[in-house]
DNA sequence: CCGGATGTTCACCT
DNA sequence: GAGGTGAACATCCG
């Protein structure tokens, strides 16, 4: 589920423990720690202070007055702190608290912590994450950022917003709802678009990030009720286009979108 | 029972 | 080099 917008809320949950030290680490599943021995990761943030969490894209950045710890979450994984979290529970993942799903844990003293629940296993820990894998964030990207994303490239405008190296933050769910909200056709060649439509792209997708965040979710999308069989158009009834781009189911109107 | 799902990475093609 | 496809991770839901 998690996309920016549910990672923005977990770094707001995380901020409440900004100050606090770290006395216990369980990184217990090898497979979430990406790059680094469970071990190693342990003794790199045990005894630390947590002193800010930020966030570009989809990726948590847990400053401490050690190491970055870097927090992906894939598409099941939850943040709590101290026990609850912003969000009870996701798109395709029940709410259900299996201990076995627990798959990192920050304790502080004093009690309470920070447990990354994650069934499916997409996502994952990391140590001083680089960040410049990942592009600007879709939340605060400007204009020209996003024109320069889609110049000279032949793969389609989905595709192209949906690469995490370009522009970070837009999943599955959000693209599609802000293609459909400034009309224009996910397979449309990303450098085929004019100067106003890349505005058009750009004011879209700023407003559908804002609306959605509001809303509660990237799920809460006008589009998302009809992402099924047979779903349709929610302006115009036409059935929509149901279709895979960039290896991603994708919904769209074929009267609005072009 | 089967297929597909908000993500990322990687191997292997064209 | 640029894109595309399919697999893998593991669980839930229709």
């Known amino acids: 589920m998690p996309e920016l917008i549910e990672v923005e809320a977990y770094r707001r949950v995380a901020e409440r423990a ?63 702190i101290d026990g609850t979290g912003p969000i009870d529970r996701l798109l395709y993942s029940s709410g259900r608290d299996d201990p076995a799903w627990h798959r990192f844990t920050l304790g502080f003293a004093g009690g309470g912590g920070m447990t990354v629940i994650d069934p499916r296993r997409l996502g994952g820990v990391e140590l001083d994450p680089d960040t410049e894998r990942l592009g600007p964030d879709a939340a605060t990207a400007g204009a020209a950022a996003l024109r320069d994303l889609l110049v000279g490239s032949t793969a389609p405008l989905k595709t192209r917003l949906l690469d995490q190296s370009r522009l970070a933050g837009v999943g599955n769910l959000i693209c599609d709802e802000a293609l459909w909200r400034a009309g224009l056709d996910p397979a449309r060649l990303a450098g085929s678009l004019s100067p106003a439509e890349a505005r058009r792209l750009h004011r879209h997708l700023r407003a559908t990030i804002a609306l959605l965040s509001e809303r509660g979710g990237s799920h809460t999308g006008d589009l998302q009720i009809e992402r099924t069989r047979d779903g349709r158009c929610p302006r115009c ?17 074929p009267r609005h979108q072009c």
Do not use: N
């Not at 090898?30 to 947590?50: D, F, I, N, Q």
């Open 237 to 253: 009834r036409l059935l929509l286009d149901r279709r895979t781009i960039g290896g991603r189911t994708t919904f769209s109107c």
């Open 18 to 80: 900004v100050g606090r030290r770290i006395d216990r680490v369980h990184a217990q599943d090898s497979w979430y720690c990406k790059g680094v021995e469970p071990r190693t990761l342990e003794a790199a943030m045990c005894h630390r202070t947590l002193t800010g969490a930020r966030r570009k894209g989809k990726l948590l950045l847990i400053d401490t007055d050690g190491p970055v710890l870097g927090l992906r979450f894939g598409m099941t994984g939850r943040l709590l």
